[in-house]
T-cell receptor, first 115, second 111 residues
Framework: DGGITQSPKYLFRKEGQNVTLSCEQNLNHDAMYWYRQDPGQGLRLIYYSQIVNDFQKGDIAEGYSVSREKKESFPLTVTSAQKNPTAFYLC??????????????FGPGTRLLVL | EDKVVQSPLSLVVHEGDTVTLNCSYEVTNFRSLLWYKQEKKAPTFLFMLTSSGIEKKSGRLSSILDKKELFSILNITATQTGDSAIYLCAVVGGSNYKLTFGKGTLLTVNP
């Protein structure tokens, strides 16, 4: 089945710890995105990548890092510098980022909680 | 700064009612407007609108865009309890064609 998978479903982070959230897609999409969703805030863009080996900061990139070594994969690391990481994290992909192909499709999300 | 504002933020209706959800935007270099439905987890795509005045329809849901007045509406007729969800509006634009989301409208349909 084609789609976007995220793992784990739930993740617990201790103070000072870096954690990595996985996002994989087999839709052959070029563009991938990471969002954070907080209650009453809507979705906010953390990072996005339009092609392999390239990515750009979104609106709230501080305390996060990403890599895009493969087209299918766009992992997000929440570093210890992110002081308020508790949120629902959504990964998305689109065929492209423009030209009428910018509809984004979402994975099931990872809920990150701080211990 | 790009901005998308949805109203109302929450809405409670009875089954069978018709609802209209609003989305207004201020975005440079507008490309398209998208509507998503989010139940418990991942938002699922409903519509993409690029042209003014052309209604998109899918069953009981329909949506239209007004690029002059910078808004879109999402209509749901004969609502059902399964329509209960957060409805998200997002606009593609800006210098990098990124998506800017509104805060969503929480729709609750009571039996």
């Amino acid at each position: 089945d084609g789609g976007i998978t995220q793992s784990p479903k739930y993740l617990f982070r201790k103070e000072g710890q870096n954690v990595t959230l996985s996002c994989e897609q087999n839709l052959n999409h070029d563009a991938m995105y990471w969002y954070r969703q907080d209650p009453g805030q809507g979705l906010r863009l953390i990072y996005y990548s339009q092609i392999v080996n390239d990515f750009q900061k979104g609106d709230i990139a501080e305390g996060y890092s990403v890599s895009r070594e493969k087209k299918e994969s766009f992992p997000l690391t929440v570093t210890s510098a992110q002081k308020n990481p508790t949120a629902f994290y959504l990964c998305a992909s689109s065929m492209a980022s423009a030209g009428g192909q910018e509809t984004q499709y979402f994975g099931p999300g990872t809920r990150l909680l701080v211990l | 700064e790009d901005k998308v504002v949805q109203s109302p933020l929450s809405l409670v209706v009875h089954e069978g009612d018709t609802v209209t959800l609003n989305c207004s935007y201020e975005v440079t270099n507008f490309r398209s407007l998208l509507w998503y439905k989010q139940e418990k987890k991942a938002p699922t795509f409903l519509f993409m609108l690029t042209s003014s005045g052309i209604e998109k329809k899918s069953g009981r849901l329909s949506s239209i865009l007004d690029k002059k007045e910078l808004f879109s509406i999402l209509n749901i007729t004969a609502t059902q309890t399964g329509d209960s969800a957060i409805y998200l509006c997002a606009v593609v634009g800006g210098s990098n064609y990124k998506l800017t989301f509104g805060k969503g409208t929480l729709l609750t349909v009571n039996p």
